[in-house]
């Protein structure tokens, strides 16, 4: 026994173009090709160039007298009369499918019966399928009396409706007052293309749809792109016998006749069971399609036997449709108008006070209860310099770290999600203080997060939707069934926050450039401060030193013009002469102030006549108490010109190099560990400058490349001669050595040369 649907027609019978489709595979159904039509009207498909019919729906036996097989190879003339044939045609050039009503050329004579169109009034549509013409027949159905005024009024009421809501209830009325079907119901999707039935006007006796909600696998996602191409879709009788097309492939091509335009397209009978299944006997859908993307539709059941409204009325009801899309929109961005100006409002409540913070800019940003008013958020935290500091309701700091690394983009602008758990399972568990965020940041350590707790919604769906979830956790291989309960079923959905709209992310965006502006501007009064104290510690000149000769330079890195580095020069009681060169870790003001304090410190200790050793060990105690976490290296050297003996004193810096006679000499020596540990404990080694030789103190910026050993860069230096500056070297250095230090540099460069003159 052959199987049928629920209607009692084979299911190969609707779509005799493609193998019958099942419940897996429902979802990849090409429904535009089916190879058949429906009954209550006839199809000829001809070429556009010679106007020679090449496919014909098997009933034009019945209805222009001449079978199928005969028809193929006919003039279209011959078939339909010259008049009906040329406004046939000429509407195929045109856009859109206006209503056409002509007579169908009489036949000679008909003694059987045969063709029961001919001689008739006809509605007919036209579309154009790659290069074929096609047009489509139907007896005229019974009018309804629509009328030019009759649709002006029904404009008016729409145009006067001032919320989305209103409109939808206003469009189902006016739809089932052309169409004459016993319910039309207004059908919303979501952002996964759940439905909602939103406005429903509808026979006394039936049962409400309004707010049900229907899963996506309702209508599959080709189903949904055919509605954005065919606004409108009737199925006159569910119950109906498709007629196939003759031949199913055309000949030109060796492919199915695509239908996507057609009035008269066979549907899928897992539709046709799915809709009988609620009881509905007739169909028509009418696209609502908002810039471009489906935004709902108009939905059309009746539950009285098959029911076919005219193409009069169907034109009217898919031109509401269009009319109301359009409306649609406009409302939808009156409304988000609506939000914004209000959120513009909270705006400059949020910026007033930032421009009154002062220093205290980064606290306000996060305590002020506007920044939290300004997207409706519960909580907001900020991380700068990957310090994070939060207000309100929010999840523990690693929470808030791993949920600003998922939704924030690279390029900074605003972006938000509302079901955090989408992105990590994990974050579930915090759904009662972040269900949702939305974020705004540039790097992965400096970014500002808002926060929406879960909102639990009552759902009432139209059947068990259980089908829908578990197609989704398994997979395509579970096989879907066209439902058979449309009872109302109650579901509680839980883990998502309100959604954000596109004004949230927008005043987001704006309170980011305000509040990177303030930060600029702070940054840069602090950065020019910083600059000028920076200029007045390192300098390239250098003071004069009886039987030395000294020069030095300073060289920025490539992406800060404020480091650690720094160098200086001190005379002390017994004649000799005191250099030191350090290096502060990191960069920016923060890295001048900590130099600064470090030397000042270290010139202090020195000049007060306290050992170099003793002075170092001062200073890592100042460093560890005072500064925190800061650390730096240093070298210290004493200098006696008259004797030319060395006393170094080394804490985590580079060691010095020697010049004289052939390659440089590394002065090891003994190295402590860097200041601010707190270990003390500075031990001092000797060596001896003898005259006209050369003794080279610098930082690492010298001697690191990326991707080259620094052992390699230590012994090109040793090995690299004399690297001393020309006689008179009070001059800004100027040898081949500073000379090739890349214009890209990743560090500070400072280079100290000692030079002893006399003996």
Known sequence: ??????????????????????????????????????????????????????????????????????????????????????????????????????????APADPDGLGSLRGREVDVAVHLSADRVVVELEPLADRRGLTYSSARAAMARLVAAGTVSELAARLAEEVRAVTGFDRVMVYRFDADWNGEVIAEDRREDLNPFLGLHYPATD???????????????????????????????????????????????SVSPIHVEYLTNMGVTASMSVSLVVDGQLWGLIACHHYSGPHRPDHEARAAAEYLGQISSRMMAERERSDERERALAGQEVLSKANAALLGAGDRLLEVLVSEPAVRQLVGAHGVALCFDDQITSAGNVPPPETCRRIAELVRRPDGEAAAHDHLADLDPDLAGHARLAAGALVVGTADDRWLAWFRPEQEQEVNWGGDPSNAKLYATEGSEVRLSPRKSFDKWREVVRGHSLPWSPSDLELANSLRTQASTLLLHRSREQIA??????????????????????????????????????????????GRVAFAVGDVAGHGVAAVAAMTQIRTALRAHLFAGTPATASLDLLDRMMATLMGDQVASAIVVVVDPATGELEIVNAGHPAPLLYGDGPARVLEGDHRALLGVGMGGAVATTATLAPGATLLLFTDGLIERRGRDLVESVEDLRRSGEPGPRAGGTAPWSSALVDSVPGNRDDDTTV????????
Do not use: F, K
Request: proline share 7%; hydrophobic share 40%; glycine share 8%.
């Open 1 to 106: 026994m052959s199987q049928v649907d629920s209607s009692g027609v084979p299911p190969s019978a609707h779509t005799p173009a493609y193998q019958t489709a099942d419940l897996t595979t429902c979802d990849t159904e090409p429904i535009h090709i089916p190879g058949a039509i429906q009954p209550h009207g006839c199809l000829l498909a001809v070429d556009h160039a010679t106007g020679l019919v090449v496919t014909a729906s098997e009933n034009v036996a019945d209805l222009l007298g001449v079978s199928a097989a005969d028809a193929l190879g006919q003039d279209l003339r011959a078939l339909l009369g010259s008049e009906l044939t040329v406004e046939a045609m000429a509407r195929a050039e045109q856009e859109g499918h206006e209503p056409l009503v002509a007579q169908v050329r009489p």
């Open 219 to 265: 209508i599959p996602a080709q189903a949904r792109r055919l509605y954005t191409t065919n606004w409108l879709r009737l199925i006159a009788d569910l119950g109906y016998r498709p007629v196939p097309l003759h031949p199913v492939l055309d000949p030109g091509t060796g492919q199915p006749l695509d239908l996507s335009g057609s009035t008269l397209r």
């Open 529 to 574: 401060v910083a600059e000028s104290l920076q200029r007045s510690v390192v300098t390239d000149l250098v003071a004069e030193h009886r039987g030395l000769e000294v020069a030095a330079t300073y060289l920025p890195a490539s992406e800060y013009q404020l480091g650690g580095d720094w160098w200086d020069t001190l005379d002390l009681d017994d």
């Open 752 to 759: 100290l040369a000692i030079r002893r003159t006399s003996g």
